[in-house]
């Protein structure tokens, strides 16, 4: 388990993380979200002693990590898939890693089989693709086969293939009890891989929650609804109370009334309905509305720019 209390770093005059609280608890993948500049990858080298607390504290399973004397075996972390020596084959990468933690060379070619780097161990690291390059921190995150696991962009660089196959592996770590914190800034991968959120916007936590209720929290109640008559669907949908707006396509978008309530006023006005769909938000939106007032470095759409 990884704990946080009054978690706090400052530069200067920059308050990068503000006093946060969080545990991330084995057993599930905690993804980590936040705009660019949310004190992330500072949270992140904190935990992991590469940076020191302004103030607060943060344990891994109740003590400090930094200072282990071999620390692989505590928490694997993928924080820089390129901070690896270019001259140096992928073996003697990892095996530099696994001699310093008391490591065999077995557990060397057990990781590099693991992550599908094999074939490729004796090439150089500075021919490495950046997906190489990342199956190649995971499996230096891997070496200790620790209970702890910190990923930050695992997936960056990434083939469809390899986008699944970490996906798969982060759950499977989770799965055995592991302890797995996971950034990114990939929604669509986060929502099919994380069971538990950490939202940080500006230094602060906006969110320590399931996965289902951020989503349910942040959705709207709206009904798509495809109906014969939409004219007169949207009339009476309107004179029942809800806000309707009526969609290129025909589809009424319906805000106010539940799906159950409309299918019983269209059974009862005697509409024929050719759909009738709940929306629910998915991660992004849920993510958009609970950070858009934390982004720092915010880009105008194209409808904003021509305005």
Known sequence: MIEAQALTKVYGHTTAVDGIDFHVRPGLVTGFLGPNGAGKSTTMRMIL??????????????????????????????????????????YDH????????????????????????????????????????????????????PGTLLFDEPVNGLDPDGILWIRTLMRSLAAE?????????????????????????RGRLLADTPLSELIARNSTERVDVRAAETARMASDLRTAGAQVTVEPD???????????RIGELAAARGHVLHELHAVQASLEQAYFRLTGESVQYRTPTPVERAA
């Open 250 to 260: 025909g589809t009424l978008a319906v805000l106010g009334l539940g799906a159950v």
């Open 94 to 145: 990892l095996h530099s890693l696994a001699a310093a933690n008391g490591i065999g060379r077995k557990r060397v070619e057990d990781v590099l089989e693991q992550v599908g780097l094999a074939s490729v161990a004796g090439k150089r690291v500075g021919g490495f693709s950046l997906g190489m390059a990342q199956r190649l921190g995971i499996a230096g995150a891997l070496l200790g086969d």
């Open 49 to 90: 002693g590469l940076d020191l607390p302004s103030a607060g504290s943060v344990t891994v399973d109740g003590r400090r990590y930094r200072g282990k004397v071999w620390p692989l075996h505590d928490v694997g972390a993928l924080l820089d898939a390129r901070a690896v020596h270019p001259g140096r084959s992928a």
């Open 177 to 201: 009890g592991r302890t797995v914190l996971v950034s990114s800034h990939l929604m669509s991968e986060m929502a099919l891989t994380a069971g538990h959120l950490l939202v940080i916007g």
